[in-house]
């Protein structure tokens, strides 16, 4: 089992609509996470941050944290076309990051 | 543009042949980390420093790769006898000693093999 697990995609949305983004993981001790956002032919860059379980909100974004069920999630309310990217998750541990695969995201207008 | 710089940001090169990529962190980052990133898949973790020791080298670095920091400032990446299997973007990333702080990440050196 891999050690971050997302649905690579592409998962197309029309704009205006929530786009819901999911990552499963395997290691019950990551106690928090990080949502990069990358778009094509760019590198990651950090979106939102989420420390505990329940939800953060930041502007059109909502991560959240379900730590019994090994879950983490992004939200994107009213989506724009400039949404449409690759969605990483990975724990925020101590040393490297350990990515999922991505999920990419196409918002239609 | 996150401060953190690479170069060269596109490399092609024979197979066989020898590269290097440079990557210059924020200044204040002691912790400097490397990563591989095929189509399709998010990035791999290669190597990371913290100040000019070299912490950590995943089972992907094989024998023909290798990577410094000498001063704790800039590091290099080499590649030698250079594979098709090595195309990929490499990114550099860097962050301060707190705890899990956050990662930047520079824009990548894309290589290609031909």
């Known amino acids: 089992q891999k050690e971050v697990e997302q649905n690579s995609g592409p998962l197309s949305v029309p704009e205006g609509a929530i786009a819901s983004l999911n990552c499963t993981y395997s290691?019950?001790?990551?106690?928090?996470f990080f949502w990069y956002r990358q778009y094509s032919g760019k590198s990651p860059e950090l979106i939102m941050s989420?420390?505990?379980?329940g939800d953060k909100e930041d502007g059109r974004f909502t991560a959240q944290l379900n730590k019994a069920s090994q879950y983490v999630s992004l939200l994107i309310r009213d989506s724009q076309p400039s949404d449409s990217a690759t969605y990483l998750c990975?724990?925020?541990?101590?040393?490297?990051?350990?990515f999922g695969q991505g999920t990419r995201l196409t918002i239609n207008p | 543009d996150t401060g953190v710089s690479q170069n060269p940001r596109h490399k092609i090169t024979k197979r066989g042949q020898n590269v290097t990529f440079r990557c210059d962190p924020i200044?204040?980052?002691?912790?400097l980390y490397w990563y591989r990133q095929t189509l399709g898949q998010g990035p791999e973790f290669l190597t990371y420093?913290?100040?000019?020791?070299?912490?950590?080298k995943s089972r992907l670095l094989s024998d023909r790769f290798s990577a410094e920091r000498p001063k704790g400032s800039f590091s290099t990446l080499e590649i030698q006898r250079t594979e098709q299997g090595d195309s990929a973007m490499y990114l550099c990333?860097?962050?301060?000693?707190?705890?899990?702080?956050?990662?930047?990440f520079g824009p990548g050196t894309r290589l290609t093999v031909l």
């Open positions: 990333a860097t962050r301060t000693d707190m705890s899990a702080d956050t990662q930047y």
């Open positions: 290691d019950r001790g990551s106690q928090s």
């Open positions: 989420i420390y505990s379980n």
């Open positions: 990975a724990p925020r541990g101590a040393q490297k990051l350990v």
């Open positions: 200044s204040e980052h002691n912790r």
């Open positions: 420093f913290q100040n000019e020791a070299q912490l950590e």
